[in-house]
């Protein structure tokens, strides 16, 4: 399996119509595929979006010929599982071989807008990977036209089956930053995805998920590996500061976010973040081959598909410089 450089559309940054021509612009300067966020309000007010992923990535369909995922979206608590598999059965139906659907256990930013109760981070992953395993269930249905049904711990689906449906399930990708999510993802879905940290950090994530996959007698080298890595480059290194403290500040706070619910709580405490809270998060340099190396020490660890987003919102330039300076030199 090669490596696979792709964009990551931020649609918590730009609008959709700003998100299609730069997810388009990425593609002719040498990006393959696009991860697109699943957010209801930005991380931060100033970032200043937050569109309907799906929406969004029906049109990238038509505007881009590569890959499609959702970088990452919660079945928990917004999404009832079975919208998610209908909405990611479609797109797959729209896109043969196009699409793959990353899952993640949520954050409340996002899902404590329909009022639910928010439980603790180990609910919220039983949660996914119940939401998981009804998703795969009407998957099933899809290919084999019969009914299924679901009564667990958390869902109940009544019996029904997705009356659109490809000819091949789309792959199902979770979000881990921990090694028993990691683990438990090798052995229950076909991909992990992670957001780039300290490599050591990495690779014991990618040990876990190689374990599980290898307790369910899979092959953990045949498996999609994805990492989002963010970084911030601009034409001097101050410019890309600039852009990391204004446009991601989030990526600086050294604390957990998940259970933070308004953009303006965050913007108070982003006014917290200095430069060294990127240290080891978030590379912020001018310089392309900067970027390359940090990129390649990534590719070699074992993740074979890595989407770029850049802080700023320099994005065309970024896309430029990158598709012409980083990616040919990147070893893959």
Do not use: C
């Not at 180990?122 to 795969?136: L, N």
């Not at 881990?176 to 950090?201: C, F, H, N």
């Not at 599980?212 to 480059?233: F, I, N, Q």
């Amino acid at each position: 399996m090669g490596l696979q450089i792709g964009y990551a559309a931020m649609l918590e940054q730009f609008a959709p119509a700003e998100a299609l021509e730069l997810a388009a612009h990425a593609e002719a300067q040498g990006f393959s595929g696009v991860m697109a966020s699943d957010h209801y309000q930005p991380w931060v007010p100033q970032q200043g979006q937050a569109s309907f992923v799906w929406s969004v990535l029906g049109a990238l369909g038509q505007t881009t010929a590569g890959d499609l995922g959702t970088g990452v979206t919660a079945p928990t608590f917004r999404w009832h599982p079975a919208l998610v598999a209908q909405a990611s059965a479609t797109l797959a139906t729209m896109y043969p071989g196009r699409h793959w659907l990353g899952l993640g256990s949520g954050e409340a930013l996002n899902e404590h807008v329909v009022g639910r109760y928010w439980p603790d981070a180990p609910e919220r992953i039983s949660r996914m990977f119940e939401a998981v395993d009804i998703i795969k269930k009407l998957f099933a249905s899809g290919l084999s036209g019969k009914d299924v049904r679901h009564e667990g711990q958390y869902y109940k689906l009544e019996s029904t089956r997705l009356w659109t449906m490809p000819e091949t399930a789309p792959p199902i990708l979770v979000a881990a930053s921990g090694p028993v999510t990691a683990r438990r993802a090798g052995r229950t879905v076909d991909g992990l995805i992670t957001e780039a940290t300290a490599p050591d950090k990495l690779g014991m994530l990618l040990q876990r998920f190689g374990e599980g996959a290898r307790e369910a007698g899979r092959d953990p080298d045949s498996m999609p590996k994805v990492l989002r890595l963010h970084l911030s480059w601009a034409a001097t290194d101050e410019e890309a500061m600039t852009s990391a403290l204004t446009q991601w500040p989030n990526l600086g706070m050294r604390f957990p976010k998940a259970d933070i619910r308004s953009p303006y709580e965050l913007e108070q405490l982003a006014r917290l973040v200095t430069p060294a809270g990127f240290e080891g998060r978030m590379l912020v340099s001018a310089d392309p081959d900067a970027h390359r190396r940090r990129i390649q020490e990534f590719a070699d660890l074992g993740f074979d598909r890595i989407y770029l987003h850049n802080a700023g919102r320099n994005q065309r330039e970024f896309l430029e410089v990158f598709g012409r300076d980083v990616l040919p030199k990147v070893v893959r």
